[in-house]
């Protein structure tokens, strides 16, 4: 049963745009929303994540929208680079437990071309 | 800093071999993660530990996967025996871990797993 279904799939950009990810959610205990980077060869990164107590985030270029009624969240990217070419991946987990087990999306293979 | 170290970071072997991977989580770290990842069911979550103990292991596939951490700085995932759709890319995560902790969960670099 996927919990977080993120779109697209793939996403390609020219240089300067704005890359925008979606992801939708179905359990609402969820209370932490982290986005990962995860660039070839490589594990994924925190990039940015948020409560459900705040509408947006916003750190340099990248920017988490989120809807709790809708149960859905994105990422924006502003100004994309050829550098933020990677695999982005949106998450979510609840508290409780003795740590965080994150649900993660599908992935969104982006590439920003020059 | 050390980050969390995944050893090998490539594997092939055949059909019926035992495989294991290793892991050493970031120094003062208490929760450790194991996952697998493909393109058809993206990023999985294997077991978590905490203080080295198993939490929760639902998502082992199968009873051919084994996971150990035996101390704070180690862990193992066996594969005994491999079989083909066991092929993947293997990640280790650490965080500190808590009630409630909002502490991100840091990730190897992985280890390409490829069963002929």
């Known amino acids: 049963q996927q919990q977080v279904k993120q779109s697209p799939q793939s996403l390609i950009v020219q240089k300067g745009g704005i890359s925008i990810i979606n992801c939708a959610y179905e359990n609402t205990a969820f209370d932490y929303f982290p986005w990962y980077q995860q660039f070839p060869g490589k594990g994924p990164a925190l990039l940015i994540a948020i409560r459900p107590d705040v509408s947006e985030k916003k750190e340099g270029r990248f920017t988490i929208s989120f809807n709790k009624s809708a149960k859905q969240f994105s990422l924006h990217i502003m100004d994309s680079q050829p550098g933020d070419s990677a695999t982005y991946f949106c998450a979510a987990s609840k508290t409780g437990g003795s740590a965080r087990q994150l649900t993660f999306g599908s992935g969104t293979q982006l590439t920003v071309l020059p | 800093d050390a980050g969390v170290i995944q050893s090998p970071r490539h594997e092939v072997t055949e059909m019926g071999q035992e495989v294991t991977l290793r892991c050493k989580p970031i120094s003062g770290h208490n929760s450790l993660f194991w996952y697998r990842q493909t393109m058809m069911r993206g990023l999985e979550l294997l077991i978590y530990?905490?203080?080295?103990?198993?939490?929760?292991d639902s998502g082992m596939p199968e009873d051919r996967f084994s996971a150990k951490m035996p101390n704070a700085s180690f862990s193992t995932l066996k594969i005994q025996p491999s079989e083909p759709r066991d092929s993947a890319v293997y990640f280790c995560a650490s965080s500190l871990g808590g009630l409630g902790s909002n502490q991100p969960q840091h990730f190897g670099d992985g280890t390409r797993l490829s069963i002929l």
């Open positions: 530990f905490n203080n080295n103990v198993p939490i929760d």
